[in-house]
């Protein structure tokens, strides 16, 4: 069962509101959204890794309009975005939000959901998203202080109430959104938000655009979904990363051309006897070359991609 924190969640979200209140407005400036489909909005993050020379926003969020209420589909990258978001929520509608879906438990992507906390806001996510995100807690709170000079105590970290083991509706008012969990992918907490209204599917970072897809679940696991996420009826596809795209086989085939190249060419390092190091300096080089911070995160990818298949039958 997924754990309930609403004390700390409602003092959190009012200590974030008293901080802005007391910082001006700037502080408040709500975040640029775009509505790419009726009542789908998105924000596009910056392409780049989560620093604060971007003030860690880079993650894609969304939020959808029902005729009853909202639904916000991650919070972003630190506590001062959520509150931009919500800011951005706002303009847009004065209904209320009535559920907040954290697709994975990265820091860019749900850092922010203490401004959405309140009686009436449920939160939701992978069924195995709590567990990952308490595991992981502490190293994002020290970088937030660290790097982003934001000191948030653990205990007004929000975690999800509602859990998806499987797949969920969730009714807005005249609109529902499907959340679908999956097997271990990109993470081993990856959440899907589909929108049968408009055929939006987010995505979030089971798909990459621009920005080199991250191995911190399971290469071949994420290989195996693929297919099935490309066989969804989306007119709209949102990345976690990078540009919205239209849907079809097309939006997942430069991700899936990479995962691909990184399993071969690990296989083939492996079966040649290479070292770590030397698959490091020579898999997926050719590859990695067409993506955005390759040289960021593609050799992590090979350290994974090698401890993954080293013992593969």
Same mark, same amino acid.
């Given at each position: 069962?997924?754990?309930?924190?609403?004390?700390?969640?409602? @003092?959190?979200?009012?200590?974030? +509101?008293?901080?802005?209140?007391?910082?001006?407005?700037?502080?408040?400036?709500?975040?640029?959204?775009? *509505?790419?489909?009726?009542? /789908? +909005? /998105?924000?596009?993050?910056?392409?780049?890794?989560?620093?604060?020379?971007?003030? &860690?926003?880079?993650?894609?969020?969304?939020?959808?309009? &029902?005729?009853?209420?909202?639904?916000?589909?991650?919070?972003?990258?630190?506590?001062?975005?959520?509150?931009?978001?919500?800011?951005?929520?706002?303009?847009?509608?004065? $209904?209320?939000?009535?559920?907040?879906?954290?697709?994975?438990?990265?820091?860019?992507?749900?850092?922010? %959901?203490?401004?959405?906390?309140?009686?009436?806001?449920?939160?939701?996510?992978?069924?195995?998203? %709590?567990?990952?995100?308490?595991?992981?807690?502490?190293?994002?709170?020290?970088?937030? *202080?660290?790097?982003?000079?934001?000191?948030?105590?653990?205990?007004?970290?929000?975690?999800?109430? /509602?859990?998806?083991?499987?797949?969920?509706?969730?009714?807005?008012?005249?609109?529902? $959104?499907?959340?679908?969990? !999956?097997?271990?992918?990109?993470?081993? %907490?990856?959440?899907?938000?589909?929108?049968?209204?408009?055929?939006?599917?987010?995505?979030?970072? $089971?798909?990459?655009?621009? +920005?080199?897809?991250?191995?911190?679940?399971? @290469?071949?696991?994420? $290989?195996?979904?693929?297919?099935?996420?490309?066989?969804?009826?989306?007119?709209?596809?949102?990345? &976690?990363?990078?540009?919205?795209?239209?849907?079809?086989?097309?939006?997942?085939?430069?991700?899936?051309?990479?995962? *691909?190249?990184?399993?071969?060419?690990?296989?083939?390092?492996?079966?040649?006897?290479?070292?770590?190091?030397?698959?490091?300096?020579?898999?997926?080089?050719?590859?990695?070359?067409? !993506?955005?911070?390759?040289?960021?995160?593609?050799?992590?990818?090979?350290?994974?991609?090698?401890?993954?298949?080293?013992? *593969?039958?």
């Amino acid at each position: 069962m997924l754990h309930r924190y609403a004390g700390a969640v409602l @003092l959190a979200a009012a200590a974030l +509101h008293a901080a802005a209140a007391a910082q001006g407005g700037a502080a408040l400036e709500p975040l640029a959204a775009t *509505e790419v489909a009726p009542g /789908v +909005h /998105v924000h596009s993050g910056a392409v780049d890794d989560w620093v604060p020379g971007n003030g &860690g926003d880079v993650a894609n969020l969304g939020f959808v309009v &029902g005729s009853r209420c909202v639904a916000v589909i991650d919070t972003g990258g630190t506590p001062q975005l959520g509150l931009r978001w919500r800011a951005a929520v706002e303009r847009a509608t004065r $209904l209320p939000v009535c559920f907040v879906f954290d697709t994975h438990a990265h820091p860019d992507h749900v850092l922010g %959901n203490a401004a959405f906390a309140g009686p009436d806001t449920r939160f939701v996510a992978s069924a195995k998203f %709590n567990a990952a995100m308490a595991a992981r807690a502490p190293y994002f709170l020290r970088a937030l *202080e660290r790097d982003f000079g934001v000191r948030v105590a653990a205990d007004a970290l929000v975690y999800p109430t /509602v859990a998806v083991d499987g797949t969920q509706e969730f009714d807005l008012g005249g609109r529902v $959104l499907v959340a679908q969990s !999956w097997p271990t992918a990109h993470t081993d %907490n990856d959440l899907t938000v589909y929108d049968r209204s408009t055929r939006t599917l987010f995505a979030s970072d $089971l798909l990459f655009v621009q +920005h080199i897809p991250v191995v911190d679940g399971k @290469l071949k696991g994420w $290989l195996r979904t693929l297919p099935e996420l490309a066989r969804i009826d989306a007119a709209l596809v949102v990345p &976690g990363h990078g540009p919205t795209r239209s849907g079809g086989p097309d939006a997942w085939k430069p991700q899936q051309e990479y995962l *691909e190249a990184l399993q071969r060419e690990t296989r083939a390092a492996l079966k040649s006897g290479k070292t770590l190091p030397q698959a490091v300096d020579s898999v997926g080089i050719e590859a990695a070359a067409r !993506w955005q911070l390759a040289e960021r995160f593609h050799r992590r990818n090979v350290t994974a991609a090698f401890a993954e298949l080293e013992w *593969e039958d």
